[in-house]
């Protein structure tokens, strides 16, 4: 299957799972995507993440995290910068989520990396997604 734009499906997918109760998401991998998984890790969104092969393909498996064995702690993924439309941020200009009770995730030229460590780096880039 030939997906247009492989970020949102990753969020879409981890944003389904978590709201269907699931335990564990199976992404297609790719550098992109293995970077913004750790990101969520890091910051504490999800519970683990492992590589593995499905057929042939690379893929993701993703283990969600819940508050008390119930509420998710994903409770939204938002995709900001899309193929159609890209967006950017100086680094005076990297958005705040809920103020700051949520991450930013941004691509910038040392790689991809949350709004804080973008601020603090004084790096400028393409804002991917909001995470809360």
């Known amino acids: 299957m030939n997906v247009s734009d492989p970020i949102a499906d990753m969020l879409t997918r981890i944003r389904n799972a978590s709201r269907a109760r699931h335990t564990e998401v199976v992404v297609p991998a790719s550098r992109t995507k293995r970077q913004i998984a750790r990101i969520l890790k890091d910051e504490g969104f999800i519970e683990d993440v492992m590589e593995a092969q ?3 393909h690379p ?3 993703i283990t969600l995290k819940y508050v008390g064995g ?3 702690v994903v409770s939204g993924l938002k995709r ?3 193929p159609g439309l890209r967006v950017y941020a100086g680094k005076t200009d990297i958005p705040r989520v809920l103020g700051g009770l949520g991450i930013v995730i941004v ?4 790689g991809i990396m949350t ?3 973008a601020r ?3 790096l400028g880039g393409e804002v991917l997604a ?3």
């Open 54 to 56: 499905d057929g042939g």
């Open 59 to 61: 893929t993701l498996r």
């Open 70 to 72: 119930k509420a998710p």
């Open 80 to 82: 900001i910068s899309k």
């Open 107 to 110: 691509s910038t030229s040392q």
């Open 115 to 117: 709004g804080a460590q």
């Open 120 to 122: 603090k780096a004084q």
């Open 130 to 132: 909001f995470v809360w």
